[in-house]
Every structure is written in C-alpha cells, then in structure tokens.
C-alpha cells in the first residue's frame, strides 16, 4: 500500500474505523481521514488521530499466534443461511 | 504522563512479526509489493461537500445474497449498494478477530457513517456501490492484473472524486 494520504487508527486489528456500536467514535475517524484531503501534506503522508484503545491491548497483539491456517477455496460464509440466500 | 500500563504509545510491529513467523516457518523471506516511487499528490478540485465519495474495504464483507469470499486468494470483489442496512452485511476474512465487525460491519466498513456525512453536508455524496474484497492474497501480480483493474473501472464508471480505503 502506498496511500497518497493515510490516518493511522492505533487500535487492534480489525477495528481501522473504531470499535462496534460507536458511531461517534466512528465518524470522528472517517472525518479526520476526509479533512485529510483539504490538509497541506507531503504525498505519503500518515497522520496519527489522538484516540487509544481503552484497554491494554499491544502485548496480546505482539504475541498472538502466527501459524498458518489452512484457507479453502470454497466460499466462507458467515452465516449458513446466507448460502441458501445466494442460491 | 500517562501510565504506561495502559496507554503503551509503540506501534506493534507487524513487519517485525511477518518476518519472524515466515523465519519460524521455514519460509523464504516474505516479500512485501513496493514501489519505486511516492504516488503523485492529487489535489481535489472541490470543497468536499461537493465530492462523490467511494468507499473500498478490504475485510472481506459481502450482502447477504452475495456469493461469500473464499479464503485462497480470492481476487473477486463485490459491489455493494450503498443504501444497504448493516443487518444485510456478513464478514468473511480469515485474517483477523472478525467479532467485532459481525456486531457491527462499521468497524471495517462504515457505510453508515458515510451516509451521516452525506445527509449532514460534509461530503457531497456516497457513489451508488461500496466495493469490498478478501484482502489475504498471497500474489502481488493476481492483485495487480485482476483486482486493482476491476476496482478502478468500478470506480471510473462511478464517477467517484474521492476514495476512501478502509483496509484491515
């Protein structure tokens, strides 16, 4: 990835726009990502937004399991009614 | 100062981890797409609350109705109206804790939060799909010569002034 513009969200994997059942949370993340576009930047740039994650998170996260899972090729869904829903 | 404890300020490494595990694993050296050169700045035209904003995710998101992701390369996407409720959004990624976005797909895919923005005036608009993929592809020349390709088209056709890309 080489964004010409980037906000940087330090929270665990898997919450790059805040974290579940926080719309204002959420909406202050992707307005400071969009004012980005009217901000005076170098191309590359990556701009830190001043939110921390309210718990210890970073030793879990320098620590978790890295082995490989074994991927299929078939499709993964979520939910088994969701197959019945596109067939 | 804050406590350390709590607030620990250094980013966790996730270069640093790719490398080690690729090691542990006996792997070659993982190989990271780079590019030669820094992306021209493009300067929008517009304030924008008057810019078509497209929204692109990589956390594997899929309406229900939609053929899910698979987990092996899967260099497909979907287009997904963005007048879609989040109740018809599912989450297939193998990479990460997808409990979160289960419980709420705005986490990796905030398509409510755009249509906020669009219906107080901040931007101008949400373009007529959001577009999702599987972000673990393990072939820089697959993303290459067919995602990036289909995306782009979709967003040309679109008309879309900004894009806004949410990966995981």
């Given amino acids: 990835m080489n964004p010409p513009r980037a ?47 309210p718990e210890p998170w970073k030793s879990g996260a320098r620590d978790r399991d890295h082995s490989r899972t074994i991927r299929l090729d078939a499709p993964q869904y979520e939910r088994a009614a969701d197959r019945l829903a596109h067939e | 100062m804050s406590d350390p404890s709590v607030y620990d300020p250094e980013p966790v490494d996730y270069i640093a981890q790719t490398r080690q595990t690729y090691s542990r694993l006996g792997y070659e050296p993982y190989r990271w797409a780079t590019h030669g050169r820094s992306v021209e700045l493009a300067r929008p035209e517009k304030p924008l609350s008057l810019c078509r904003v497209a929204l692109v995710a990589s956390g594997g998101i899929y309406r229900v109705g939609q053929v899910a992701f698979h987990h092996r390369d899967d260099t497909s996407h979907r287009k997904i109206p963005g007048n879609t ?57 697959r993303v290459k010569e067919e995602l990036i390709p289909a995306l782009a088209a979709d967003l040309a056709a679109m008309a879309a002034d900004v894009v806004l890309l949410v990966p995981v």
Avoid at chain 1, 36 to 52: F, M, Y
Avoid at chain 2, 104 to 133: C, H, M, Q, W, Y
């Fill in chain 2, 85 to 141: 409720h989040t109740d018809d959004l599912r989450i297939s990624h193998f990479a990460y804790d997808t409990t979160a976005a289960r419980r709420d797909p705005n986490v990796v895919f905030p398509i409510e939060v755009l249509r906020r923005l669009a219906s107080d005036g901040t931007i101008g608009s949400l373009a007529p799909d959001a577009l999702s993929f599987m972000g673990g592809i393990y072939s820089q020349r």
């Fill in chain 1, 7 to 53: 906000l940087f969200v330090d929270y665990p994997l898997g919450h790059t726009a805040g974290r579940p059942g926080q719309p204002d949370e959420q909406l202050k993340i992707v307005g400071e990502a969009l004012r980005l576009l009217h901000t005076e930047t170098g191309s590359g740039a990556i701009r830190q937004i001043a939110l921390s994650w």
